[in-house]
């Protein structure tokens, strides 16, 4: 039934009953944000979970030279599965379908999402697509193999015939609805549905991250439906857009599909550079440094990411070089300052290295070495000199690792208590950092190498004379490793499950809202909210008495004395003076 | 509202500015008319947000000072269970593996989204039950 949900009101608020379906049909029929949320999130681990068993299929075949472990075949449709299932359908929808479908609207005090049966169509037909792709392991002539960038004219059907390729090409489709859908969801439920108090720039960073992402999710999504149909067209309706035997295109396809291709790099970056950001402050017991600077810094990296497609492109001969260089060069400044401000938020701060915060850490790690040779990259000389390497391989897999698994398990680490009122057990947390740590540079630092040394990506054999087995064994190693660190991630939570450990509403001592609510919190969320008079209001409720602590992130974000002293009161309105907008 | 509207307004300045800049540089269409659509869509949704945030007081969060007691009251309606989504999403689903399995699947297919539409219609003017 409709529930007209009420605004709560500090200590004065009834709990209204809820009754509902149980069960399947409570599964089914459910439209509560955090029930969906935890649907996205479960599925897209599914998702990880396979493409890493394929990923280690893909290390096992390039072990050893000339390898018949796997077909040539076989080989390509695993990285082409691989790639796709890895971004289209964990990395994304982990972010925007799981993480911030729970958490974005406890972060801004709402009770649920703005279009709660949007959300629930999203979800399904992300579920749709993500078995429409996995089809194609079933059909005639195996999964797609052109890559999970299906560049035409590869992909056109008389170089990729069967159906499998068609099922990828309606799976991304499918997903890219869903996706589209719950871009809009998160957009309107931070323009509407906040808490008062709760101004724009008292959201927590997180929060802003998925609004920029949710814009360029807007931005890219629909181009890349777009290059879809026409594909399809291409391969079945007889046009010819992408081919020459026409008088297509095929850059046109390089230049559709990469200007959805580099925003979407950052739509799954940007929901990870959040969590970092929400979590790094919890564990140094400071507020953020810089809150304004990062809110910017987000921005820019979405605005110039979306004008840097053809960096991908610089090989074609037909893109403008010195434009495209210059934006993707100009990246690197937003970064670094975000960079700037983690560390700023960690100087002199009381570290509590919990496996969130070692999670975070390694991110920093992982994503400054991606980040720096994504710069050489940017660079035409150097990029025409690795294009389709193992360096740009090692380049993209650190970046991602980065975002996806070390701050996406940092933030699964981090909310986890939140969505299930218990611990996880901190000894197998570290395990899990440690054996993934080892693993992820055993795996990646030799195909910076080998990438130099001049091994192509996407071949499935290699001649024994060029020297190039030893370091790809490490590397093969290495991704052993990261899949056995995965199985204490599982122990953990099966034993979390079977033997819970109590973890109360609030156990880090967290900043934002979410830690207000009960865990797991109750329907519609909120049984009362705290005053909000900064972008801290639940550790200013927590702590009235906190000293305010004065230092370049006070001075920046305009916040002057605002933190925690008058908040703890109800009445405290003119905390802040130095709040203007 | 005003923050929400200059954020959206900036997303068409900016791509205004490349797409202007690239139109003049690059050697290539396609790309200019990505940058002219981004524009747009930026600037309509941002365009209505500033026309109302001039013509309307500040809502309770948009102000640094407001208090719970400002924004009390009804939020909006929000359907707690529906089965709608799950069969417009089956059917969608079957619809779009009719055209690599056989388009017999757009018979059930087409009979679900239809009957989705018509449930989800029918629930939101009732107030919305299973």
Redesign the interface.
């Known amino acids: ?10 200590h004065e608020h009834e709990h209204e009953h ?1 009754e ?2 149980t069960g399947l049909l ?1 599964w ?5 944000h955090k029930l969906i949320g935890m649907n996205y999130m479960v599925t897209s681990l599914i998702m990880f979970f396979l493409a890493g068993i394929m990923a280690l299929l893909l290390r096992t075949q390039l072990s050893s030279p000339s390898s018949s472990f796997l077909s040539f075949q076989q080989y390509n449709a695993l990285f082409t599965m691989h790639g796709s299932l890895m971004l289209y359908l964990f990395a994304g929808p982990f972010a925007f379908g799981g993480l911030a479908n729970y958490i974005l609207p406890l972060q801004v005090g ?3 999402m ?1 279009f ?6 999203s ?3 992300y ?3 993500s ?2 792709m996995l ?1 194609g392991f079933l ?1 005639a002539g195996g999964a797609a193999a052109y890559g999970w960038v299906a560049y035409a004219p590869l992909s056109l059907v008389q170089y990729s015939p069967g ?1 499998a390729p ?2 990828w090409i ?1 799976g991304i ?2 997903t890219g609805f869903s996706a589209i859908f719950t871009a809009v969801n998160l957009v309107t439920t931070t ?1 509407y ?10 959201l927590p960073i997180f929060t802003w991250n998925m ?1 920029v992402t949710a ?1 360029l999710i ?2 890219a999504f629909p ?1 890349l439906t777009a290059a879809m149909v026409l594909l399809f067209a291409d391969r079945h309706f007889g046009t010819h857009i992408y081919s020459t035997a026409g008088g297509g295109v095929p850059v ?1 396809y390089q ?2 599909f990469w ?1 959805f291709g580099h925003p979407e790099v950052y739509i799954l970056a940007l929901p990870y550079f959040g969590i970092v950001t929400d979590v790094i402050p919890v564990f140094s017991k400071k507020p953020l440094f810089g809150y304004k600077g990062m809110v910017f810094a987000t ?1 820019a990296i979405a ?1 110039l990411s ?2 840097v ?2 960096h991908h492109m610089f090989t074609t001969g ?3 070089l010195p ?1 495209f260089s210059l934006l993707s060069l100009l990246i690197a400044v937003p970064t670094g300052i975000k960079f700037f401000n983690w560390i700023g938020t960690m100087w002199r701060g009381q570290l509590t290295f919990t496996t969130p915060m070692l999670f975070c850490i390694g991110f920093l790690f992982a994503f400054l070495m991606g980040g720096l040779t994504g710069v050489m990259l940017a660079s035409p000389p150097i990029d025409f000199a690795t294009h389709d390497t193992y360096f740009v391989v090692a380049h993209f897999h650190q970046v991602l690792f980065g975002t996806a698994v070390y701050a996406g398990f940092a933030g699964l680490y981090y909310w986890y208590p939140k969505f299930f009122g218990r611990m996880y057990r901190e000894w197998m947390g570290k395990t899990h950092f440690w054996l993934l740590t080892i693993g992820f540079w055993a795996t990646f630092i030799p195909q910076y190498i080998l990438g130099l040394w001049g091994m192509p990506r996407r071949v499935a054999s290699y001649p024994a004379n060029l020297g190039w087995q030893a370091l790809n064994v490490v590397s093969t190693i290495g991704a052993y490793v990261i899949g056995i660190s995965f199985v204490f991630l599982l122990v953990n939570l099966w034993v979390s499950w079977r033997k819970p450990i109590p973890a109360g509403d609030n156990p880090w001592d967290a900043h934002t809202l979410e830690w207000f609510a009960a865990s797991p919190p109750v ?2 969320n909120f049984e009362r ?1 705290p ?1 909000i ?1 900064s972008e801290r209001p639940v550790w200013d409720y927590n702590h009235p008495d906190a000293r305010t602590i004065t230092h370049g992130g006070a001075a920046s974000n305009g916040h002057g004395n605002g933190h925690g002293q008058l908040a703890g009161t ?2 405290g ?2 905390a ?1 003076t130095g ?1 203007k ?1 | 509202m005003r923050i929400e509207a200059l954020f959206l307004l900036g997303v068409a300045a900016f791509f205004g500015v490349v797409g202007l800049f690239y139109w003049f540089t690059a050697y290539e269409q396609g790309g200019f008319v990505m940058l002219v659509g981004t524009t747009i869509l930026g600037f309509l949704p941002g365009s209505y947000y500033l026309w109302w945030s001039l013509r309307m007081k500040p809502r309770p969060e948009d102000r640094t000072d407001a208090t719970l007691e400002d924004g009390a009251g009804v939020i909006g309606a929000f359907p707690s269970s529906s089965i709608w989504p799950f069969v417009l999403g089956m059917g969608l689903f079957l619809m779009v593996l009719s055209i690599v399995f056989g388009l017999w699947l757009i018979a059930p297919g087409a009979a679900l989204v239809v009957s989705a539409v018509i449930g989800v219609t029918v629930e939101s003017r009732r107030g919305g039950t299973i």
Request: proline residues 7%; aromatic residues 8%; without cysteine.
């Open positions: 039934m409709t529930v007209l949900a009420d605004r709560p009101v500090t809820h509902g379906p409570k089914l029929t459910s439209t509560d709402a009770p649920d703005a709660p049966r949007l959300n629930a169509l979800y399904w037909l579920l749709g697509g078995i429409t089809l059909v159906s068609d099922l309606l489709a499918l323009f549905l906040r808490a008062p108090g709760m101004t724009m720039f008292r609004l814009i807007l931005i181009i046109l230049n559709l200007f921005m605005a979306t004008g497609w053809a037909v893109v403008l434009f329907h519609h909210l005053p008079r109800a009445t309105v003119g802040d709040d907008e």
